[in-house]
């Protein structure tokens, strides 16, 4: 048995899991990446450092975004698209993104030393950028236009 997903069950999959693919193009050649994030409010939030993520995000800010859940008799997945938004830290003091900085931290704090991935943030009157291996972290986020998702199941 297979079929679309509801929105709420979309949803409930984009909060449950930890980790995606982010899909961008470089004029026209993609380029797709796994990433740590957090879903709130129908957006994603990320976090990276500077390089080529960042260089081809900032020239093309569409994107992709692909979540999936596979189990020994079943799989849901979901694809998404938006425009990737770099956060300045410069106004991270608002209450709403130091929520999310937080939230981000919190859920990249419990797999780190599974996978090697640096918390970039530190807190004090707001939330700054650490650098990262030389490279200066960034947030980001991707306000979701559309969404699609399928379901899978052995009966």
């Not at 380029?31 to 080529?52: K, S």
């Not at 130091?98 to 009157?125: A, M």
Request: net charge neutral; hydrophobic share 35%.
């Amino acid at each position: 048995m297979d079929g679309p997903l509801s929105d709420s069950e979309m949803n409930a999959l984009l909060q449950s899991e930890i980790f995606g693919h982010l899909g961008c193009c470089d004029q026209d050649k993609p380029y797709v990446v796994p990433l740590a994030y957090i879903y709130n409010n129908n957006a994603i939030y990320g976090q990276t450092t500077e390089g080529r993520k960042t260089e081809i995000l900032r020239k093309n800010p569409l994107v992709c975004f692909q979540v999936e859940n596979r189990q020994e008799t079943s799989w849901h997945s979901i694809m998404c698209w938006g425009t990737f938004e770099e956060m300045d830290f410069e106004k991270l003091g608002e209450p709403e993104v130091i929520r999310i900085v937080k939230l981000l931290t919190e859920r990249l704090g419990k797999i780190q030393k599974n996978v090697g991935i640096s918390i970039p943030f530190s807190f004090g009157e707001k939330a700054t950028p650490l650098t990262v291996n030389e490279k200066k972290s960034t947030l980001f986020r991707i306000p979701i236009t559309e969404k699609t998702g399928r379901f899978y199941r052995i009966t």
